[in-house]
């Protein structure tokens, strides 16, 4: 532990006019302290090697050298010949707060975006956050009731299926392999730019987006997933030279079981339910899966603006 005190120079004979400030003596005077004294002092303040902020901040050394490298809570000094690193008694409550938010499951990089906002910002940003929680929460609720009734023989109908016949279409597509939801929303993004930065008309009542799912997105599963968007047939070859990137195939006319969800936003589990539903949909109707994959169409009627969010339908072509 250091602490830093009070030190100021005395001033060399005959300068004292030109110090920022000197100690005078007169004979028979009393001391006196002349000129800025903010300028030469340094405050008291307590500093704690990583040990000693680690013990008090219960934040192991490990999880303070990442949270460093992170920019999440970077030490007051570092020595520059030895690296040891040093924190204020202030930093404690920063070390708190992160600590509380990782006890709610926080990923570090909202948290690190959290530390940058005003209090009243982030305590919304934490609600916002606790409320997709509980959602996702609710949702594997009702996809643990769906298997318990699944295994137990009962009928558990969650959402209302209809079907619908599509006729045979071009499509631009792009296949990846993904990690999980949140990898495949960013490959969404990036799909969605490349048109973004070259446009081209849209067929008239199609979906501006599909997402195929070829494989199961899971821990233990990466896919592959499929974005595709509908191009004209008769000009199909114009669009496919200007986008070298996507891969133009034909997609056959096929019925297909679908679910309605509006604007909804669904989280994994949610998704999984509506996915099962339609499975057990298609079993009781005597009607099989093909093999040309569940997806979700995306359609946004015109005008678009900023505003617009997408009308979301998940499908499953059938045989």
């Keep these: 532990m250091q602490l830093w005190r009070w030190s100021w120079r005395l001033p060399s004979k005959g300068s004292c006019a030109h110090e920022v400030g000197c100690l005078t003596l007169p004979l028979g005077q009393g001391a006196q302290w002349l000129g800025k004294q903010e300028s030469r002092r340094e405050w008291f303040v307590e500093r704690l090697s990583i040990g000693e902020f680690s013990a008090r901040?219960?934040?192991?050394?490990?999880?303070?050298?990442?949270?460093?490298?992170?920019?999440?809570?970077?030490?007051?000094?570092?020595?520059?010949?030895?690296?040891?690193?040093?924190?204020?008694?202030?930093?404690?409550?920063?070390?708190?707060l992160i600590a509380l938010l990782r006890r709610i499951a926080l990923p570090l990089a909202e948290i690190k975006a959290i530390l940058t906002l005003e209090p009243a910002a982030a305590a919304r940003q934490i609600a916002a956050y606790w409320e997709r929680i509980e959602a996702e929460h609710d949702a594997r609720r009702n996809l643990a009731g769906y298997i318990v009734d699944l295994l137990s023989g009962r009928e558990h109908v969650?959402?209302?299926?209809?079907?619908?016949?599509?006729?045979?279409?071009?499509?631009?597509?792009?296949?990846?392999?993904?990690?999980?939801?949140?990898?495949?929303?960013?490959?969404?993004?990036?799909?969605?730019?490349?048109?973004?930065?070259?446009?081209?008309?849209?067929?008239?009542?199609?979906?501006?987006?599909?997402?195929?799912?070829?494989?199961?997105?899971?821990?233990?599963?990466?896919?592959?997933?499929?974005?595709?968007?509908?191009?004209?047939?008769?000009?199909?070859?114009?669009?496919?030279?200007?986008?070298?990137?996507?891969?133009l195939r034909s997609e056959p006319a096929?019925?297909?079981?679908?679910?309605?969800?509006?604007?909804?936003q669904l989280s994994g589990a949610q998704w999984q339910l509506v996915s099962e539903s339609l499975h057990d949909w298609s079993a009781a109707e005597g009607r099989m899966p093909s093999d040309l994959g569940v997806r979700l169409t995306y359609l946004a009627e015109p005008p678009i603006t900023p505003d617009s969010r997408p009308e979301i339908d998940f499908a499953v072509p059938l045989s």
């Design 57 to 96: 901040s219960r934040l192991s050394p490990k999880a303070l050298r990442l949270y460093q490298e992170l920019g999440l809570l970077e030490p007051a000094a570092v020595d520059p010949d030895t690296g040891y690193r040093s924190y204020e008694l202030a930093q404690l409550e920063q070390a708190h």
């Design 158 to 247: 969650m959402y209302e299926v209809a079907t619908r016949t599509l006729p045979e279409r071009s499509l631009l597509c792009q296949l990846r392999h993904v990690a999980d939801e949140k990898e495949t929303f960013a490959y969404g993004k990036e799909f969605l730019a490349i048109f973004k930065e070259r446009p081209q008309p849209r067929v008239a009542g199609a979906p501006f987006l599909i997402l195929i799912y070829h494989g199961e997105v899971s821990p233990d599963s990466d896919g592959p997933v499929e974005f595709c968007r509908p191009v004209s047939a008769e000009q199909a070859e114009e669009p496919a030279a200007l986008y070298p990137e996507l891969t």
């Design 254 to 264: 096929h019925e297909e079981a679908f679910v309605h969800l509006g604007e909804t």
